[in-house]
Every structure is written in C-alpha cells, then in structure tokens.
C-alpha cells in the first residue's frame, strides 16, 4: 500500500537500501512553533525504540519536558536464547540526549511491535465528537490501488472490518 501512498517521500525502491543501511532508531523533540529538533537520541545499533509516552513529574509545572519519556525497545541479543529482546527505558524529557535514566527488564519480558501510544491522566469514557467513518476513510485510498489489490483488500474490508467499525458506530450513537 507504500507505493501508493499520496505523501510519500521515499521513493519506493530506496527502502531496501535504506533498510540494509541499518538507519538507527531515534527519539527526538520537536518545538513545534519552529519545527525544529531540539534534542535527540540515537538509540544502539540493532535497538529499536518505539510507543513514547510522556508521564509528567508530581507537581503544577506546564513544561512539555517537566517529567519522562518511556519508551519500549525491542533488540535482538545473538548471545541469548530468546535472540529478541524488550525493555522499558526511561528518558528525563528535559535531556533525550543524556540517554535513559533508568532500563527495565525482566527474563520474560516480550513486547510485540506497538504502533501507537498516548498518555492520559486518568481512564474515562471517551466523548469525543469528531468521528470519521472507517469505509469513508478508507475508500478512497482502495479506489488508487491496482485493480486485483483493490478487490482483495475490498473483500477483507467488507467481511471483517467494516462490521466491526459500523456496528460500534451505531451502538455508540444511541
């Protein structure tokens, strides 16, 4: 689905080469009024850094590095039996650069690969409005793939996504 994707912005025959070039993990800042980068850190080589939540310092601070950033990594250790490692690290938000305060880990600690992730004070209902319907999302980035793809991915959709979607859809509109 990459190839097709309108905002892509590398071509498509340059991620094997950037994949076999190892391109290091990393956990960056951004000031967003300049969108500029205004720390970072470099994970190991063959250490994958992924999900960072912010969980703030005790306190009133309203300071975005007023607290931690942890962070599960995945990493394969060739010496051990499991190869694939996790681990939670632990960032003081203020300084990524200084690398994690603190690692956690456990012999039987294995996390799959996550994706996304957020931090929120306290567990509630959610009473968002704002709500695009997955088939409306979707359709148009099937109509822009090559016919056979299209129809498969059609097919899956139909049978086991877009049910799950319009029914919560319609239970959470009563």
Request: net charge negative.
């Amino acid at each position: 689905l990459y190839q097709y994707y309108e905002y892509r912005t590398i071509p498509v025959n340059d991620i094997p080469t950037i994949s076999k070039a190892g391109k290091p993990s990393s956990l960056f800042r951004v000031e967003t009024s300049s969108m500029e980068i205004k720390d970072s850190y470099i994970f190991p080589s063959s250490y994958f850094g992924s999900s960072p939540q912010f969980i703030p310092r005790p306190g009133k601070e309203e300071d975005s590095t007023h607290g931690y950033i942890a962070c599960i990594v995945l990493y394969d250790d060739p010496h051990s039996n499991p190869q694939e490692k996790s681990e939670i690290w632990i960032f003081n938000a203020a300084s990524l650069s200084s690398g994690p305060v603190c690692k956690l880990s456990h012999p039987k600690l294995k996390f799959g690969f996550t994706v996304h992730s957020t931090w929120v004070a306290q567990v509630e209902e959610r009473n968002a409005k704002y709500n695009i319907p997955v088939r409306a999302d979707y359709e148009e980035i099937l109509k822009k793939q090559p016919e056979a793809v299209r129809e498969q991915i059609q097919q899956l959709f139909e049978e086991y996504v877009y049910p799950h979607f319009e029914e919560a859809s319609e239970i959470n509109a009563k």
